[in-house]
């Protein structure tokens, strides 16, 4: 004789009033998925390659992402999810980029440290940094090996608060 789910001890006023909570609180954890499920998808593809450009004056060799200098800014919303595509095009480095002060909980390899939580993007290969963004903030993103980021591999990052969410701070505006 095999043992039955919920057998004899239970009365079945009390199975079907179980029964009962476990399908209430399924419906209510589904539609908070549904409301509070209205993140966005933000895809970058980018190619970092070595540019002539004049930053203090002087022309010299920097970095660059997708011929810009500093690199473009990222801007989401928190909850978000952040997707960059990058391709290495320098010829004689590889390349990580490290996002300052943004949690990869769940996504370490994101982290772009070099030799400690990913392998340098080699010389024509790809990599697909995909993180989600969880508190607002205004964050930096930067080379992470070698001397990329004083070569100008750098660029903003801003987080604004949740679709829905109060600003916690009173400001004038923004830059």
């Not at 549904?34 to 010299?60: C, I, Q, R």
Request: glycine share 12%.
């Amino acid at each position: 004789m095999g043992t039955r789910f919920l057998g004899e001890p239970f009365s079945r006023s009390f199975k079907g009033a179980l029964m009962v909570w476990c399908i209430l609180l399924l419906l209510i954890q589904c539609s908070l998925a549904a409301t509070s499920n209205k993140s966005s998808h933000h895809f970058y593809k980018w190619e970092v390659e070595y540019m002539y450009w004049s930053p203090d004056g002087l022309e010299n060799v920097v970095m660059g992402i997708n011929g810009k200098f500093p690199g473009p800014t990222i801007r989401a919303r928190a909850g978000d999810t952040v997707h960059v595509q990058l391709k290495n095009k320098l010829h004689t480095e590889g390349v990580v980029i490290h996002w300052h002060g943004i949690r990869q909980k769940g996504t370490p390899w994101a982290d772009g440290t070099a030799s400690i939580s990913q392998c340098a993007i080699n010389p024509g290969e790809t990599f697909d940094y995909r993180f989600t963004v969880d508190r607002a903030g205004t964050y930096f993103y930067h080379g992470h090996y070698g001397m990329q980021r004083s070569a100008g591999l750098y660029g903003s990052l801003i987080v604004d608060v949740a679709e829905g969410e109060k600003e916690p701070f009173q400001y004038d505006g923004e830059f």
